[in-house]
């Protein structure tokens, strides 16, 4: 657990209660026993979105229940946009792993977990984005949680996680206030490890990481298309606020 003032942009739960329900999608429960208390009182601050990368919704659901698997995450959101609930809101899920964001560790008492059905080789369908997409909103709406909250695995976790991946539509979100904006083109300026992991951190990409894995991750992020070596507009990337 990080210790002292919380970071910028994240703030603690621990008294938290979810707000009122708000319309959504009709959600069908199918309780996983991977779960627990969240620690330290800790609530949901976080919305962490992952994919599958398993052939079907099914096998990711049996998985996602298996004791011995010990992962788990909130929400199963399948292809065709049918939502299944493995673990309630106020309950610890097993989705995050090791990691952390905005200086912030254990992400998964601080945090509600999204699997989307993807094997990541593929787009992501239109029922399961709009099925997403109103959760979403469910949930920020329960708990509380800015656009900031709003983050992929591999954001909190890089090198050791890629997904949602690139063909995840993150500016879609962003146009609906459901996740951070990237920033506009950045102007020339000196371009080195030390000025691009500061912008990094300032945006929320604390995790310890080599220099190639943080830049897959700040790019899977806010900009999939970029590739080869640092670009002045690697260090555009939104501070938290």
């Given at each position: 657990?990080?210790?002292?003032?919380p970071?910028?942009?994240?703030?603690?739960?621990?008294?938290?209660?979810?707000?009122?329900?708000?319309t959504?999608?009709?959600?069908?429960?199918h309780?996983?026993?991977?779960?627990?208390?969240?620690?330290?009182?800790?609530m949901?601050?976080?919305?962490?979105?992952h994919?599958?990368?398993?052939?079907s919704?099914?096998?990711?659901?049996?998985?996602?229940?298996?004791?011995?698997?010990?992962?788990?995450?909130?929400?199963?959101?399948?292809?065709?946009?049918?939502?299944?609930?493995?673990?309630p809101?106020?309950?610890?899920?097993?989705?995050?792993?090791?990691?952390?964001?905005?200086?912030?560790?254990?992400?998964?008492?601080r945090?509600?977990?999204?699997?989307?059905?993807?094997?990541?080789?593929?787009?992501?369908?239109?029922?399961?984005?709009?099925?997403?997409?109103?959760?979403?909103?469910?949930?920020?709406?329960?708990?509380?949680?800015?656009?900031?909250?709003?983050?992929?695995?591999?954001?909190?976790?890089?090198?050791?996680?890629?997904?949602?991946?690139?063909?995840?539509?993150?500016?879609?979100?962003?146009?609906?206030?459901?996740?951070r904006?990237?920033?506009?083109?950045?102007t020339?300026?000196?371009?080195?490890e030390n000025?691009f992991?500061?912008?990094?951190?300032?945006?929320?990409?604390?995790?310890?990481?080599?220099?190639?894995?943080?830049?897959?991750?700040?790019?899977?992020?806010?900009?999939?298309?970029?590739?080869?070596?640092?670009?002045p507009?690697?260090?555009?990337?939104?501070?938290?606020?």
């Amino acid at each position: 657990m990080a210790t002292g003032s919380p970071a910028i942009g994240i703030q603690p739960r621990s008294a938290a209660r979810p707000k009122a329900d708000v319309t959504g999608p009709a959600i069908r429960d199918h309780l996983s026993p991977n779960c627990g208390p969240r620690r330290d009182g800790l609530m949901p601050s976080l919305i962490v979105i992952h994919y599958t990368a398993m052939d079907s919704a099914a096998a990711a659901r049996d998985r996602l229940c298996d004791p011995e698997a010990e992962v788990s995450a909130h929400y199963l959101i399948a292809n065709n946009g049918e939502i299944l609930r493995l673990v309630p809101e106020d309950r610890r899920a097993w989705h995050a792993g090791a990691g952390e964001w905005a200086g912030q560790s254990d992400v998964n008492s601080r945090s509600i977990g999204i699997e989307l059905d993807n094997t990541g080789a593929h787009p992501f369908s239109e029922p399961q984005m709009r099925a997403l997409e109103t959760l979403l909103r469910q949930i920020m709406t329960r708990w509380n949680i800015a656009p900031e909250g709003v983050i992929g695995h591999s954001d909190m976790a890089p090198g050791r996680k890629c997904d949602p991946g690139p063909r995840f539509d993150w500016t879609r979100l962003a146009r609906q206030g459901l996740a951070r904006p990237a920033g506009p083109s950045a102007t020339a300026q000196d371009v080195n490890e030390n000025s691009f992991r500061t912008a990094a951190r300032a945006a929320g990409f604390t995790a310890d990481a080599p220099l190639n894995d943080l830049l897959a991750a700040t790019r899977l992020r806010f900009a999939p298309w970029r590739q080869g070596a640092l670009h002045p507009d690697d260090l555009n990337l939104p501070p938290l606020r």
